[in-house]
């Protein structure tokens, strides 16, 4: 009688033992589901952000063009300090953007181009935004070392628009590159 006991628990533990290894697997296939369901809406999430990031700076992009032409269609007034603290402010505005990877880096690169073209077409545009910008050399450093080499550059290649481009170009494109590893130093 032992022995018939002690089979009917074998075959008991051995049912039990097959229904917890069907449950188990049952709920492999649950989780596996799952974890499906949760990457196709990372995914989904992940391009919902881009997106939105896509947006975003395409409405910056509009407004800062928008508010450059505003200002430049009576002319470039660099004399006049009311218009001088407006467009300059318009810059620090876009260099932050930028700064902060909130804009397209090649609008900023052409915006750089036409900034080293307006540095050499006007005598006071730089003296203009020399000013402007030790107002906030303190609190911002960077961005009067990155105009300044705007500057650097605009008249070094005085004489050839091409080179002038090419250097702006590899200047943003550098500059932007020193902070890419490390948001911390933006």
């Not at 900023?108 to 906030?136: G, V």
């Not at 105009?147 to 605009?154: E, L, N, V």
């Not at 070094?156 to 932007?176: C, I, M, Y």
Request: with cysteine; charged share 25%; glycine share 4%.
């Amino acid at each position: 009688m032992a022995q018939w006991l002690s089979s009917i628990v074998a075959m008991v533990a051995c049912a039990i033992s097959l229904g917890a290894l069907f449950v188990s697997r049952r709920q492999a296939g649950v989780a596996a589901e799952q974890l499906a369901v949760a990457t196709r809406q990372a995914e989904t999430a992940k391009q919902a952000y881009h997106h939105a990031r896509q947006i975003s700076h395409s409405q910056a992009t509009v407004n800062f063009v928008e508010r450059f032409l505003g200002l430049i269609r009576g002319g470039k007034k660099f004399d006049d300090p009311e218009w001088s603290f407006e467009f300059w402010s318009l810059y620090t505005i876009e260099f932050y953007f930028f700064h902060n990877d909130m804009i397209p880096d090649f609008m900023y690169r052409l915006w750089m181009k036409d900034l080293a073209f307006i540095y050499l077409e006007s005598e006071d545009a730089w003296e203009s935004h020399e000013r402007y910008l030790k107002d906030f050399q303190m609190s911002y450093d960077e961005m009067h070392e990155f105009f300044d080499s705007i500057k650097g550059i605009a008249m070094s290649h005085r004489a050839d628009q091409a080179s002038r481009a090419r250097a702006v170009e590899r200047f943003v494109g550098d500059w932007k590159g020193k902070f890419a590893d490390d948001p911390a130093k933006r």
